[in-house]
């Protein structure tokens, strides 16, 4: 079936720093990606998503390119905040007769130090 | 625009004993979903309703879970009886067609305790 595979948390990083969060996914077919962030005491919020190989989603100065050849959608920003502390969860649908369940990872948590 | 509401945020409950939770998605969307999240655990779907109709209960507890839509709006899902590994969060969200890559919205989810 479906999976998708995170690395594992919790991240710390002080402000400014380079963020990268590893996210590979196993599917058949052709599955479209999902980075859904959940701040702290609110509701998961999609951040960014891409919907074929090659493509880049981007949102908030975060970018992911979905790429087939190794089956990764890596979450990257080049200057995190303190304000991008929250809990970063990968995800993929795939079409199956109207089915679009969301099937997730197990989520990373991003603490920024100022 | 009115974001997808829950009801209770937090329930307590000792196992054994039954709770629902209530879900009014966003306005207009034609599919709601119930996921499941256990702590350290990232959501599962516990069932999709089409309108109505439920397109993917293959997850769903059937012997201790139920849910229903009414009408095509509201929803509620149902515990009866709780056990202690049903402690998690439950997260209704909508989307507007069950189409590929549609996003879906998600509410701040029920916060379920079982003693």
């Known amino acids: 079936g479906d999976s998708v595979t995170q690395m594992e948390g919790p991240v710390t990083l002080s402000e400014e720093a380079f963020l990268t969060i590893n996210c590979t996914y196993t599917?058949?077919?052709?599955?479209?990606l999902f980075w859904y962030v959940q701040y702290p005491g609110e509701g998961l919020q999609l951040l960014l998503k891409?919907?074929?190989?090659?493509d880049k989603g981007s949102n908030k100065g975060f970018e992911a390119t979905y790429r087939k050849e190794t089956t990764s959608f890596h979450l990257e920003k080049g200057s995190v905040q303190v304000s991008d502390s929250a809990v970063y969860f990968c995800?993929?649908?795939?079409?199956?007769?109207?089915?679009?369940?969301?099937?997730f990872g197990t989520g990373t948590r991003l603490t920024i130090i100022p | 625009e009115a974001g997808v509401a829950q009801s209770p945020r937090y329930k307590i409950i000792e196992k054994r004993q039954s709770v629902a939770f209530w879900c009014n998605p966003i306005?207009?969307?034609?599919?709601l979903y119930w996921y499941q999240q256990i702590l350290g655990q990232g959501p599962k779907l516990l069932i999709q309703?089409?309108?109505?109709?439920?397109?993917?209960d293959s997850q769903l507890p059937k012997d201790r879970f139920s849910a229903e839509r009414l009408k095509g709006v509201d929803s509620t899902l149902k515990i009866q009886p709780a056990k202690l590994e049903d402690s998690a969060v439950y997260l209704c969200?909508?989307?507007?067609?069950?189409?590929?890559?549609?996003?879906?919205?998600f509410g701040p989810g029920t916060r379920l305790t079982v003693l």
């Open positions: 309703f089409q309108n109505n109709g439920v397109v993917d």
């Open positions: 891409a919907t074929k190989a090659d």
């Open positions: 969200a909508s989307s507007l067609a069950g189409t590929r890559n549609n996003e879906q919205f």
């Open positions: 306005s207009g969307h034609a599919t």
């Open positions: 995800a993929l649908t795939r079409s199956n007769f109207g089915n679009e369940k969301l099937t």
């Open positions: 599917a058949t077919g052709y599955p479209s």
